[in-house]
């Protein structure tokens, strides 16, 4: 007879468990880096470039030495001759800390002050005077190409233009044989704008040097705390061990709390330097217009078909615009991220992608913002292309997407750019949701409607995508291996504490992780404390990012976990007098198989293991787990969106957005909804209102809340979340897949095929996001598809 | 606070800057601060008064991360100078609680227990200036739509949740608070 | 972010003020709400030497119908008042449309509608509506009190004629001869965004003649239009489809956008246009609306 306990009631799988984290952040006692005081600290203001590429002549900062309260002022100068005004990025480049010879965009760091208070920091930025000489600009990679194009980055020996890199992947000579045999050629262009990850909360540091302890701290909003301790112990040539890096809550990361930022480095200087902490927080025109961007990617595609829909092949060219620096947080071995995950879902025969990176007067990035490395871009592309493919055949958008699926009994399934596809339940998906959004009778309505003159439209997206990077074969970060890791110590009275590589940023793993182990040790999730962040006490790890935690991280958990119970049950067998074969487990309980009245409670094993071990036995209930994982997991989404367009105006208003994501074993239910609802209005947010753009000057539209729009809960629609659809991850511990990123991922495509097939009938097929209304408008009105990002300020 | 300058001598005060002395409440406590003019609201709570609850997320007046209760109406910290504040009365998250039911310390403010029970917060950046505007939102009309309650959001920016569990969490605490009206026997106030 | 040095007063009378102005020469500014001023100040776009605070001063945060039906609108009035007033709900439908449409509910309870008609942000809604109901603001200086028409105050972008040592106290809208109707629309692409294009319209009927009316534009040229042509089609007739089509096709033309990030400014007219259309085509029969 069971005595085992009941998971839902001590708080493990699938148990929708209100968040530990909350109890601290509903009081308004969080402790973000900028909530952080310590003795003697400065405060550092960073003095930015007004243009987007020109020469330094020169720089006086003598009326700013001057202004009482500055104790520092920081040139490019300054850094060079101690081999800090340069840094290595993620990607194998260089990156200017501050510039030396030129600013290459509009934003780009010159100097910094350091002063009692930010205020004076700021006065003292301003009585700086730089002399620059202007130099045409570049905002584009056509501009970057062309005949004559003025080379960005003449710092670098070799680089003759503004090329970054050549890429390709998929068999062109197969791809190339499927397009001759085709019916109909399906052709695409888009932009996939400039876009911020813009989480509220900016980016800071607090450096913090002990001269007495020749030891450096610092606080810092991380995504990647290890990955930080590692570069500045290379770029700051201090010895890893005396480096501790602290992320301490994070007001939201999406990415842009990955990259290493010069204000970090410059904070980390002056610390040395002044032997004072140094606390550097940006403001959002800073964030906006000098950290990592997203997006910034052109795409020619074309789908080669067969007259009955069957996708024959798929050829892209993609061109991706880096700014100024190749500074990408992503696997070393993809130039492209993982964008040739494009049409992982559809069973296609052959295909081939060839990426192309250039360098422009922009600020450097664009892997980032929820991207899963650059997916977001995979995927809408893939879902543009579907819908446009299917219009071009006369074909139900449903009906095409569901014929093209890899089927169930097709797993594993490898894709013709070389992934491994294990599991999923695609048509299943679809169903449910052309069911929640009643297909059939919405395609009735919209007929109905457009004989009034209403435009209603229906927008379908379906992507499986790669999460978890990755196993130690194929991916890794300047050469580091994409593991992650967990370590659990139970105490002598069964309460416990985890560490974990991750870094949470509201994701939930101080409640989700404890979850794990109260599932593998039945020990209740309340008494499982959860530490990340601080790379003093937390075991190496990659960070969280490209929803690669619970992949990656929660499985490192569940071994650790293991790992103990397997140790407990040694403990178990010793206690209750039998042999480890006569051992059985139930949740929380080590029993006797013939007896099973006789047993132990996993905190009788915990006690056991410091106060009456077997011979033999070390003592203690503390273990480590690194999680190699051994492919990607590959959850599945099916978002449909309905719209309703406004011909007079181009505003088009959501009627419904249905989401059927299908991420595995869900952990914590509430806390998966929330991500997933996260990541629709970012993607609304893209689709309708969110973009950065530059004019020819490389002045920035877009680096501050008055342009960068963010809708707000007026905007922003209510969403219907479906999660009957359930394929657990064969090779995940406990089944999960991830999904941090996932709406992100698959939604734009949904907000904008809805919108296009609001309008069809008008021949348009495309219009690049933003759909800002005038768009819409612009194309409803002159039957024409609208290319790129909105345009700047021209005199009419 | 202690305020120090360098004594250059001959009687000149290094960074000595003209300070305006000024009082006000703040979560039920009356202070005295001298503040420079140009000192906004949201540095002196968040750095005079260690009131780190309140944060500040963007530069131009949209995010609302910054929004306390000044007379009990909503206003963006960020954007009123700290010295206008004398003679007035401010409350904070942390003051939140205080006007839940049971009086000052530990007991919640229903809004900070519907914003646990529904999820409605993630990193939890923009949640304190959220709840301060909801419970404006709720002294006027506690009786409000979800639509009532967007629109009362507006002015405030969340890039994790999608603010539906935001309205939700609003909804929860507004429930709960209709039920402990004065009438009910344990007196609570609303 | 961070402001630069400033003096600051809060004086506590308005002569006290008028005289802190006339004696802080050119760069002294008024604070009121702050909601446009202390951005522009965090940004350093503006540095004044000194700011005067008049939020102390009594008996300013009125608005009012005078015995002749005319508005006044004291210059620490909120936006979050005149969105809440049932005065204006019921007797000044283009501001009670305007009101809810400025920046965002918090913003709201600070920022003053004086303060943004002296702001003079060509992208401010309240001009529109002001200039479109023919209003005035009173304006107190050391030699006396003046009245000024909206139409006569703006001078360029964030520039008014003021003296440097006169505050105005009041805005004015003058009573209405005759039945109010009309409306304000914004495209804002959401809470709180300057309008791409903001159409104010408002007519007084009597009878089936519409006797006055007024429209003006919001965000589609380097200051508030007054679409004058427009609205003299509208004046002195009934309001018809004919009439109204003539208003917008006139209002588009006075209109003089700028293609940029917003929209092109062909858009821009266009929507100036369906503005005008829609705002009248909601005007029900002088017989049905309430006098």
């Not at chain 1, 450096?207 to 290379?234: C, G």
């Not at chain 1, 007067?361 to 592309?381: D, H, L, Q, W």
């Not at chain 1, 927008?459 to 967990?486: H, Q, V």
């Not at chain 3, 002749?68 to 909120?78: E, M, P």
Request: charged content about 20%; proline content about 6%; some cysteine.
């Amino acid at each position: 007879m069971t005595q085992a306990l009941d998971e839902i009631k001590i708080g493990g799988l699938g148990v929708s468990r209100k968040r530990v984290e909350d109890d601290r952040f509903i009081r308004g006692k969080g402790n973000y880096t900028d909530d952080i005081t310590l003795p003697g600290m400065l405060h550092m203001e960073i003095l930015r470039s007004p243009l987007a590429h020109a020469r330094i002549k020169s720089i006086d900062a003598s009326r700013a030495w001057d202004i009482p309260g500055v104790h520092l002022v920081l040139t490019g100068d300054m850094m060079a001759t101690r081999n800090l005004a340069w840094m290595p990025t993620l990607s194998y480049d260089t990156q200017a800390v501050l510039a030396t010879d030129k600013v290459r965009f509009q934003g780009q760091e010159v100097a910094c002050v350091i002063a009692d208070d930010p205020y004076i920091a700021k006065d003292a930025c301003e009585a700086i005077e730089v002399d620059y000489e202007p130099l045409p600009v570049i905002v584009n990679p056509k501009q970057a190409v062309a005949e004559g194009a003025p080379v960005i980055r003449d710092d670098k020996e070799n680089q003759a233009d503004n090329v970054i890199y050549h890429w390709e992947v998929g068999d062109a000579a197969g791809t190339d044989r499927a397009f001759e045999q085709a019916d109909v050629i399906s052709r695409l262009q888009l932009h996939y704008p400039r876009s911020h990850p813009s989480p509220i909360e900016c980016c800071g540091s607090i450096a913090d040097f002990n001269r007495a302890t020749s030891k450096l701290t610092v606080y810092m909003t991380t995504q990647a705390p290890h990955i930080i301790r590692a570069a500045v112990a290379l770029v700051a040539e201090l010895p890893e061990h005396m480096i501790r890096i602290i992320s301490p809550d994070i007001g939201g990361g999406f990415g842009n709390k990955v990259p290493v930022y010069p204000g970090y480095v410059c904070s980390i200087l002056a610390s040395i330097l002044l032997e004072r902490p140094v606390k550097w927080i940006e403001d959002k025109t800073g964030n906006l217009i000098s950290t990592g961007f997203a997006r910034d990617i052109y795409l020619d595609g074309e789908m080669a078909l067969r007259q009955d829909g069957k996708i024959l092949g798929v050829r892209m060219r993609c061109d991706a615009d880096h700014g100024a620096f190749f500074s990408d947080a992503q696997p070393s071995k993809f130039k492209i991220g993982l964008l040739h995950s494009t049409f992982a879902a559809y069973d296609i025969p052959a295909a081939h992608l060839r990426a192309r990176g250039t360098y422009s007067n922009k600020a450097p990035g664009g892997v980032a913002y929820r991207c899963s490395f650059r997916v977001t871009e995979a995927m809408f592309f893939q879902e543009r292309m579907m819908q446009a493919a299917a219009d071009d055949l006369g074909m139900d958008q449903a009906a095409f997407r569901r014929m093209n699926f890899v089927r169930d009994e097709d797993f594993p399934h490898r894709t013709p750019f070389g992934f491994l596809l294990d599991s999923g339940q695609y048509r299943k998906c679809l169903d449910v949701g052309l069911k929640a959004v009643g297909y059939e009778d919405f395609r009735k309505r919209q007929e109905e409607a457009r004989a009034k003159g209403r435009l209603l439209g229906l927008g379908i997206s379906t992507m499986t995508e790669p999460l978890g990077a990755g196993n130690s074969r194929e991916y890794d970060i300047l050469g580091i291996k994409m593991f992650d890791s967990a370590e659990l110590k139970v105490h002598m009275t069964g309460k416990a504490i985890v560490r974990t590589g991750a870094r949470t940023q509201g994701q939930g793993h101080e409640t989700t992780w404890a979850q794990i182990v109260s599932h593998e040790l039945g020990i209740p999730a309340e008494d499982v404390v959860v530490e990340e962040g601080d790379t003093d006490t937390a075991p190496f790890g990659m960070g969280t990012y490209a929803s690669r935690s619970t992949p990656v991280a929660g499985a490192a958990v569940a071994m650790v976990a293991r790992k103990i119970r397997a140790k407990a049950r040694r403990l178990a067998a010793h206690l209750l007098e039998v042999s480890e074969e006569d051992i059985e487990w139930e949740l929380g309980r080590f029993y006797v198989r013939s007896a099973p009245d006789r047993g132990v409670t996993i905190q009788e094993c915990a006690m056991a293991a410091y106060s009456n071990m077997p011979d033999g036995m070390e003592p203690g209930l503390e273990n480590t787990a690194y999680y190699d994982p051994p492919n990607l997991t590959w959850p599945f989404a099916c978002y449909i969106v309905t719209v309703e367009v406004d011909p007079a105006t181009g505003v088009w208003d959501v009627l419904t957005t249905v989401a059927v994501d299908d991420c595995g074993v869900r952990i914590n239910p509430m806390i998966v909804e929330g991500q997933i609802m996260g990541g629709l209005t970012e993607a609304y947010a893209m689709a309708s209102m969110q973009f950065i753009t530059f004019d020819a000057e490389g002045n920035c539209i877009g680096s501050n809340y008055m342009d960068y729009l963010l809708p707000t809960a007026w905007e922003t629609p209510g969403f219907e979340l479906h999660s009957e659809v359930v394929t657990p991850c064969p090779h995940h511990p406990i089944g999960a897949k991830g999904i941090g990123e996932c709406a992100a991922v698959g939604g734009p495509a949904a907000f904008v095929n809805a919108v296009i097939d609001a309008l069809s009938g008008t021949g348009v097929r495309n219009i690049d996001m933003p759909l800002l209304p005038d768009r819409v408008w612009e194309a409803l009105t002159y039957r024409r598809d609208i290319s790129g990002a909105p345009p700047v300020a021209t005199d009419d | 606070m202690t305020v120090v300058y360098d004594d250059l001598g001959d009687g000149v005060e290094e960074g000595a800057v003209p300070v305006r002395r000024i009082r006000f409440t703040i979560n039920g406590r009356k202070k005295i601060a001298e503040v420079e003019p140009r000192l906004l609201l949201s540095h002196l709570i968040r750095r005079g008064l260690g009131l780190t609850g309140t944060h500040m997320g963007c530069d131009t007046t949209n995010c609302g991360a910054c929004t306390v209760q000044v007379d009990g109406k909503p206003v963006k910290s960020c954007t009123m100078l700290a010295v206008q504040v004398d003679g007035h009365e401010i409350t904070t998250v942390e003051g939140l609680a205080m006007q839940g039911a049971g009086g000052p310390g530990g007991v919640l403010h229903p809004l900070q227990e519907g914003f646990k029970e529904e999820h409605g917060l993630q990193c939890g950046f923009c949640t304190p200036g959220m709840m301060m505007a909801a419970k404006a939102l709720l002294d006027e009309n506690p009786d409000p739509t979800e639509e009532d309650v967007r629109w009362a959001l507006s002015g405030n920016l969340c890039r994790c949740t999608g603010y539906q569990n935001i309205v939700k969490s609003v909804l929860w605490a507004a429930a709960k608070l209709r039920s402990q009206s004065p009438d009910t026997p344990d007196g609570s106030q609303p | 972010m961070y402001p630069s040095r400033f003096r600051y007063e809060a004086p506590h009378s308005l002569d006290e003020a008028i005289g802190l102005l006339h004696g802080g020469g050119d760069n002294a500014k008024v604070l009121a709400g702050g909601q446009s001023l202390v951005p522009l100040m965090k940004l350093r776009f503006a540095s004044p030497e000194l700011v005067v605070d008049i939020n102390n001063l009594p008996g300013l945060d009125y608005h009012r119908a005078g015995p002749d039906g005319t508005l006044h609108v004291g210059a620490l009035c909120r936006h979050a008042d005149l969105e809440r007033s049932a005065l204006l709900k019921s007797t000044q439908p283009t501001m009670a449309a305007a009101a809810p449409l400025i920046a965002d509910p918090i913003v709201r309870n600070r920022g003053t509608l004086v303060g943004s008609l002296c702001h003079a942000d060509p992208q401010g809604d309240w001009a529109s509506v002001v200039l479109a109901l023919g209003g005035s603001v009173v304006a107190r200086g050391p030699g006396g009190t003046r009245t000024i028409p909206v139409a006569e105050f703006v001078s360029g972008p964030f520039q008014n004629v003021l003296e440097p040592d006169e505050i105005v106290v009041e805005a004015v809208i003058p009573a209405a001869n005759g039945a109010r109707a009309g409306g304000y629309l914004k495209l804002e692409r959401r809470v709180g965004d300057f309008a791409t294009v903001g159409v104010a319209v408002a007519v007084e009927t009597s009878g089936d003649t519409v006797t006055r009316a007024g429209i003006a534009l919001t965000g589609v040229g380097g200051s508030t239009i007054g679409a004058t042509a427009a609205a003299d089609a509208l004046a002195g007739r009934p309001l018809t489809a004919e009439s109204i089509g003539r208003a917008a096709d006139l209002a588009a033309e006075a209109a003089r956008p700028r293609t940029d990030h917003r929209g092109s400014a062909e858009y821009k007219r266009h929507m100036v246009r369906t503005f005008v259309t829609r705002i009248l085509g909601r005007v029900e029969p002088a017989e049905e609306r309430a006098a």
